[in-house]
């Protein structure tokens, strides 16, 4: 019969539970670069190749349109007529002349102001699509930063809890090989495949912290626009760096228009009215009215005007000729209008009433999408209280209990290890949810983003302040 030295037992499991108290790492930390979300976002806002590309698309219809605006160039001609082939003497002939003529077209009707009015609308729209991708931006850099940021802590947590699982391998091993205690040889396989097990879940994490910080870095690259010519370094940008060890705050957007008691789609759809992405649209849909108007013109005669001077040199005689002088006006005759008026009017129509259907097709997948993420939010919300209040507390006691009912010989060693397990799970579980909660909220966000008041084809400046900031 096995007898119970508790002298032994009681010091290991006192060292046991000494560990489990303070959470000894035995990973050694190691100083790196950190970058807080805040960082993180002045820098992909302020060096995105793409925000630069559209003020330079901007600039371009711009231009195109004061271009548009002009006259086409006038043509000139240069020629020598009616020369004699039996002599080819400038001055045998009377209708022998050299001439010089000048023509000027003029557009249909008004649509040279036209278009220079549908470019200027078309322009218009480009700070309002450098809105929307700054807040898409945000949502994107927020949701890999707190990614990052969930990875790293998990890290932290089993790293916290490994030198527990190992001094209670060490434990069931020396109580196995000394045969006291209720020790059983699958307590010391259970315990060593906890610690493998626990390896591969921090592998995991690891590979997922790598993966996301290299996802995240694409953002991150600072570069100088005014030099673009250059051939980028990617060599010279920061490819390890770590996230804020602090949970950042992330606040929701209009809340009171989400409460429960005065929700209203109603509302949501006049609200997203004023959102860059539903603007931009209104900007396309105006330009494509401009489009109507333009292909009206075409009903319009165009009109040209043409002058030319021919100058015939003296007779034989010596008597003078008199020069030539010619004007002339031009036009065509729009009358078979059926098959190409007719049909360029209507497809212009057809394409302003399909950008209205754009638009509800939007505001629909806006106010969709912002139940979906509002319902989530709102379970994420009971989940965490659940956590906070009940769930944590509980199996940090369920773990305790059963390590002390161990540590008095009354309980069992699996027992103890399931505890423990539950309650590392739990953690994790916890952290997840709050993590999540706050990518609920980015994305919310994203929908309530809102154009400045300020001048909105002014950009903002290029170049970037923001800096790593060391852990």
Do not use: C
Not at 85 to 98: K, L, N, V
Not at 114 to 128: D, T
Not at 144 to 152: E, G, H, I, K, T
């Amino acid at each position: 019969m096995k007898t119970f030295t508790s002298t032994g037992k009681m010091s290991t499991i006192s060292t046991l539970a000494l560990s489990l108290m303070l959470g000894t790492s035995v990973f050694s930390a190691h100083a790196q670069k950190t970058i807080s979300l805040e960082q993180a976002l002045a820098l992909a806002e302020q060096n995105d190749p793409w925000l630069h590309g559209s003020k330079l698309k901007q600039s371009a219809v711009e231009n195109r349109s004061v271009a548009t605006s002009s006259l086409p160039d006038p043509k000139v001609s240069i020629s020598m007529m009616n020369l004699p082939t039996d002599s080819w003497d400038f001055d045998q002939e009377g209708m022998t002349q050299f001439k010089v003529g000048v023509s000027q077209m003029f557009p249909r009707g008004d649509s040279l102001e036209i278009k220079e009015k549908q470019l200027k609308i078309e322009a218009s729209k480009f700070p309002l699509m450098r809105e929307d991708r700054k807040a898409k931006l945000k949502t994107k850099v927020s949701e890999l930063w707190l990614d990052a940021y969930q990875a790293q802590q998990t890290i932290a947590l089993i790293e916290s809890d490994w030198t527990l699982f190992e001094q209670m391998a060490e434990v069931a091993r020396a109580s196995y090989s000394n045969a006291v205690g209720k020790t059983r040889q699958q307590d010391v396989i259970r315990a060593q495949l906890e610690i493998v097990q626990l390896e591969d879940r921090l592998t995991a994490q690891k590979q997922k912290l790598e993966t996301t910080i290299a996802l995240l870095n694409e953002w991150l690259h600072v570069y100088d626009s005014s030099n673009l010519d250059d051939v980028f370094d990617f060599d010279s940008q920061p490819n390890a760096f770590g996230v804020s060890e602090q949970l950042p705050t992330i606040r929701l957007e209009n809340p009171s228009l989400l409460k429960s008691t005065g929700y209203s789609r109603n509302k949501l759809a006049i609200e997203f009215s004023d959102h860059p992405a539903i603007l931009a649209i209104d900007i396309k849909r105006k330009v494509s009215e401009k489009g109507i108007e333009l292909a009206k013109q075409q009903y319009k005669p165009q009109w040209g005007v043409n002058a030319s001077y021919g100058y015939r040199d003296d007779m034989p005689s010596g008597d003078e000729r008199a020069d030539l002088f010619s004007v002339g006006v031009s036009f065509d005759l729009p009358l078979f209008t059926e098959n190409r008026q007719d049909k360029q009017v209507a497809a212009s129509i057809a394409e302003s009433e399909a950008v209205k259907t754009e638009k509800l097709l939007l505001t629909k997948q806006m106010i969709s999408a912002v139940e979906k993420e509002l319902r989530q939010l709102n379970r994420l919300s009971e989940r965490q209280s659940l956590y906070k209040d009940n769930l944590l507390k509980q199996m940090h006691e369920q773990a305790e209990a059963s390590l002390t009912a161990y540590t008095n010989d009354d309980g069992d060693f699996a027992e103890v290890v399931r505890a423990r397990i539950a309650e590392l799970n739990a953690r994790i579980a916890a952290l997840k949810i709050d993590v999540e909660t706050l990518k609920t909220v980015a994305r919310i966000n994203y929908f309530f983003a809102a154009v400045p008041s300020h001048q909105v084809g002014d950009g903002f400046k290029n170049g970037s302040n923001a800096k790593f900031g060391d852990k």
